[in-house]
Every structure is written in C-alpha cells, then in structure tokens.
Nanobody, 123 residues
Framework: QVHMAESGGGLVQTGGSLRLSCAYS????????MAWFRQAPGKDREFVAR????????YYANSVKGRFNISRDSAKNTLYLQMNNLRPGDTASYSC????????????????WGQGTQVTVSS
C-alpha cells in the first residue's frame, strides 16, 4: 500500500504561481510512475503530468505544457508540481497518483491516490 497526501493549494490571481507537494509513504519502493490529475466541478478527471521514477521521464498535457513542471525528491519521498502563469481554466482539485506500472495519461492506470488540494485562479 502507498499513502499519498497533497498540500500547497490555494487562491491565486491570473498569471500567478503555486507549487503543489505530494508526500508519499508506505511501499514506496514499488512505485514506477507518479502523476498529477485535476478535476473541476462537473467535469471529468483530467491528466496533468506524469514522471517516471526510473529515469525521470516526464509527459505533460498540452494544456499545461510550458507552464507546469513535475518533479520529485526521492530523499524526501515527495512529488511536486510547479505551476506558473496560472489561468482561471486551471481551477480544480489537484490529486497526485502512483502506480507500480509504466503509465501515462489514463487515471485507470493508477492504483494509489491522494485526497486532493484545491487550486483556485481568480481573473
């Protein structure tokens, strides 16, 4: 079992920045891929970014490419999402996820999830 907990959400103005953190614990040695997803009210869960634990290979949704950066600190067992140039359309609850498999953008590929942290971008 892997436990995950997000932090760092909040209210920010358009063009601002936030850094989300996701602390993970438990059977961390089993993790292959970690990712961030987001879900706005009334919308489906949406892939944001993923990172491979073996080689730090990253992959981003087109909507955030060039503005968001996913990274990890294995010594601290923490996953990050640096979000720059935020837009009102980025408003959502952001969740981190992990899996022992090689995975990309489908939420069904991920087995472990955090509870989410709210990001609100005002215009």
């Amino acid at each position: 079992q892997v436990h995950m907990a997000e932090s760092g959400g909040g209210l920010v103005q358009t063009g601002g920045s936030l850094r989300l953190s996701c602390a993970y614990s438990g059977r961390t040695f089993s993790i292959n891929t970690m990712a961030w997803f987001r879900q706005a009210p009334g919308k489906d869960r949406e892939f944001v970014a993923r990172i491979s634990r073996s080689d730090d290979d990253t992959y981003y949704a087109n909507s955030v490419k060039g503005r968001f950066n996913i990274s990890r600190d294995s010594a601290k067992n923490t996953l990050y999402l640096q979000m720059n140039n935020l837009r009102p359309g980025d408003t959502a609850s952001y969740s981190c996820a992990a899996t022992a498999r090689s995975a990309y953008a489908s939420p069904y590929q991920y087995d472990y999830w955090g509870q989410g942290t709210q990001v609100t971008v005002s215009s």
